[in-house]
């Protein structure tokens, strides 16, 4: 029976009802392209990373460039109880339809005519994915857009990787994108670690986030989440002892690891500024540092302390860095007492800033006197008056203490620090192999040249970073070997992709044996003690290699020290330069580095901080470093590396004999005389063992005793040095740019002549220095006493 026209007429309607959106819709998917960050890995800055320290807590979630906690997830990761949830609430026929659900459609079209109200929606999880993908104005045309993408996005991806996309992006409240953000937020855990109950929880949440929250009560999002597991149960996505079992746990928010702390790092690696190959690897979602949580949240404690306490030295700020030598890794980093106190400016990084130094560069000075002139622990050296010609004119370094010491050795010189014995040495090895030794040990920020320093960079006359410094003594305590410093152990990055960042090359710097002396000078107590005294900051429980600095103007402080397992190194000062008072390394940054390196040795068993293969234990005089003489009072035990110990007895106690009544020189032969133990000193000590009262022995006859001699006076340049060379500065007066030339001598009751160039310049009494100045060319001087003893001449040149 044939239809009757009428018939035929509203069939062909209805099918071209039917066939025209569905030809639309299939044209529309087909002209609309994917976005573009679904077709491709996620970007720089789509990402918020999560910062762990080295155990995997977390330090700090950043958020992505717009603001929110937003990590990526793979599906492969997760339990099935999560996509089965999710598909169970959202989208039950979601394996099943083009992107779209007609059935939904056609369910909520109906219900809307019929009630005149929307009772239920119709948007497919892929619509929702579409929906985040653009701006979907609320009209007719933004829905028949986003159900076009939807249906493109169906026929590009898998649904598997349309559910992965999903949960990597869905809102779950302000601030919270993604299923992955939503699980460490609100149970600190990883997705791939929630049960059933938690799972069906979250999933509650995407249908309203703000209404869902269970941080604004517990009750609502647990109704939900109940009528989701009867879903999964009707759907075969759970059996019904499951659903029992997860209905039965409360909803149950866990406290989060405390966020916070290490902002300074956490910036630093945020920036780049710190392992920046990572970012070049792809877009990252989580970085492992090296930093130990525990010891982190106390240092950061006890530097704000600190600077509390030395508000009243006009201190307001300090930096700390602990680093594991076996490995580099930094353990503890502080940048400032607090890094948002913008009064006191704690965003800047007191780690990286560049300061001066002060003596905390001395131990590498010493290396480079070790290698390269053979110096030893015992090496005498000169803490005389001391001048030195530079373009700005002449430059005489003073102690810390104001004095002069006469001869000490190499030992005392550095562990108190003592500033003319470092600056000549400095002057005497030349500058230029100073400031070589310091950039082998990783201080590159030293970058102009030698001429620019002088000799004065043996006191810190240049700016470094405290990292670097940390970086440097670290190589002491492992041998004399530099290693980078580590902040980062592990980089996960969005694509699922985790990479263990292996140790970089190590480089020796000076041989074992110049470390391990170094490094047992610097715990040796006693020979601080002249300068800094017994029980200071630089004193612990355990042997601790130490060195203090203090800059110029006392705008920082420094302490920098280590352990056979830790190095830290302090700084106290302002960020903005204003100088501290009555504050200096070990009275400002001691007591921090004191309390640091109790803490970061904590739980730990000290190993010897020195290793003595290579060294030898000698008897020595302290006076001089040679090996004890008959009239030595005193002894010391002094290491040396092996082949470099003294052969020579001292000679500086000799025996005189002395009339008993005028303390002049007698003979054994005369009534009256008896043998003394007098210090007798090379020219160079002689002003200062004069005015320090020392015993020297005579050097006139008693007139009571005819047999006895005088002791003839002896006579020699003390500077300049032989072969020394000056640079004239054509931006200086000529008035400025003069020498202090110097003259070493026996007798206190000669009067010397200084000759230069042939010509006469000056007759002079003690002290026995007259100024020159200075005049391009090779020179000579020499010295002579006015009844003709003449010295050996010195030349030197002034370009």
Avoid at 590 to 615: I, Y
Wanted: proline residues 6%; contains cysteine; charged residues 25%.
């Amino acid at each position: 029976m044939r239809l009757s026209e009428r018939k035929r007429r509203i069939l062909r309607v209805l099918l071209a009802l039917l066939v025209a959106p569905v030809s639309w819709l299939v044209v529309a998917a087909a002209l609309t392209p994917l976005p573009p960050d679904l077709v491709r890995t996620p970007q720089a800055g789509s990402v918020g990373v999560r910062v762990l320290d080295r155990d995997g807590r977390l330090i700090r979630q950043l958020r992505a460039a717009d603001g929110v906690r937003a990590l990526p997830v793979h599906l492969s990761e997760l339990p099935p109880a999560v996509p089965n949830a999710l598909i169970a609430a959202e989208d039950a026929r979601f394996r099943y339809h083009p992107g779209i659900d007609p059935i939904a459609i056609a369910r909520a079209t109906g219900q809307l005519l019929l009630h005149r109200r929307i009772v239920s929606g119709a948007s497919t999880i892929t619509q929702q994915l579409a929906r985040t993908a653009f701006d979907r104005p609320r009209t007719l045309g933004g829905k028949l857009r986003e159900m076009a993408l939807a249906v493109r996005i169906d026929w590009s991806l898998d649904k598997d990787r349309i559910l992965e996309e999903y949960l990597s992006r869905v809102e779950f409240g302000p601030g919270l994108r993604g299923i992955e953000a939503a699980s460490r937020h609100y149970f600190d855990k990883p997705a791939s670690s929630l049960g059933l109950a938690e799972a069906a929880t979250l999933v509650a949440m995407v249908r309203g986030p703000v209404l869902y929250d269970p941080e604004r009560g517990t009750e609502r999002v647990r109704r939900r989440r109940d009528r989701i597991l009867e879903r999964m149960v009707d759907a075969g996505l759970a059996t019904r002892d499951e659903a029992e079992r997860a209905k039965a746990e409360p909803v149950r928010l866990q406290p989060r690891f405390a966020e916070g702390g290490a902002e300074h790092l956490v910036s630093a690696i945020s920036q780049g500024k710190l392992e920046p190959e990572l970012s070049r690897q792809g877009v990252l979602s989580s970085v492992r540092t090296t930093l130990d949580s525990r010891l982190q949240h106390e240092v950061e404690t006890l530097t704000y302390e600190t600077v509390r306490r030395m508000k009243e030295h006009d201190a307001s700020a300090a930096a700390v860095l602990v680093v594991d030598n076996a490995s580099g890794e930094v353990l503890a980093y502080v940048g400032s007492p607090s890094f948002f106190d913008d009064a006191a400016e704690g965003q800047n990084d007191g780690t990286h800033a560049l300061r001066q130094p002060g003596s905390t560069l001395k131990p590498f000075l010493y290396a480079a006197a070790m290698e390269r002139r053979g110096m030893t622990a015992a090496t005498l050296l000169a803490d005389v008056e001391l001048h030195l010609a530079t373009p700005a004119g002449d430059y005489a370094p003073n102690n810390y203490d104001g004095r002069f010491h006469g001869p000490v050795r190499l030992r005392e010189a550095l562990a108190s620090s003592l500033n003319v014995p470092a600056v000549a040495t400095a002057a005497d090895i030349g500058p230029e192999r100073v400031l070589s030794m310091l950039r082998g040990f990783g201080l590159d920020s030293l970058d102009a040249s030698a001429e620019h320093y002088g000799a004065a960079i043996a006191l810190g006359d240049g700016e470094v970073r405290l990292a670097d410094l940390a970086r440097a003594y670290s190589a002491l305590a492992r041998g004399g070997v530099l290693v980078p410093l580590r902040y980062v152990s592990r980089a996960t990055f969005a694509d699922g992709r985790s990479v263990q960042l292996q140790k970089r090359d190590e480089r020796r710097v000076v041989r074992p044996e110049t470390a391990a002396l170094l490094s047992d000078v610097l715990s040796d107590p006693h020979a601080r003690a002249a300068a800094f005294g017994r029980g200071n900051a630089l004193e612990l429980p355990f042997a601790v290699a130490a060195k203090t600095g203090t800059s110029k103007g006392y705008r920082d402080n420094l302490t920098v020290g280590f352990t056979h397992e830790v190095t830290v190194a302090v700084w106290v000062g302002n960020f903005d330069g204003s100088p501290m008072v009555h504050t200096s390394g070990v009275t400002g940054a001691g007591p921090l580095f004191h309390d640091v390196m109790v803490a970061a040795m904590r739980g730990r068993e000290p190993a010897p901080l020195v290793d003595g293969e290579g060294l030898v234990d000698v008897t020595v005089c302290p006076l001089s470093g040679m090996l004890p003489g008959p009239n030595c009072p005193h002894r010391h035990h002094e290491r040396f590396v092996r082949g470099t110990e003294p052969h020579e007895s001292c000679s500086f106690h000799v025996r005189r004999w002395v009339d008993r009544s005028d303390g002049l020189l007698s003979a054994g032969s005369c009534a009256g005389a008896e043998e003394r133990v007098f210090e007798s000193y090379p020219a160079r000590f002689l002003p200062w063992a004069r005015a320090a009262g020392r015993p020297l022995a005579p050097t006139n006859a008693s007139p009571r005793c005819p047999a006895a001699k005088p002791v003839e006076s002896d006579v020699a340049v003390a500077y300049p040095y032989a072969g020394a060379r000056f640079v004239l500065d054509g931006g200086l007066t000529s008035r400025a740019q003069a020498i202090v030339l110097s003259a070493r001598v026996s007798s206190e009751r000669s009067t010397v002549r200084f000759v230069v160039d042939g010509r006469s310049l000056a007759v002079v009494g003690a002290p026995y220095r007259t100024v020159w100045p200075l005049t391009r060319g090779e020179h000579s001087v020499r010295v002579e006493t006015l009844d003709g003893r003449r010295s050996e001449p010195v030349s030197f040149v002034v370009d």
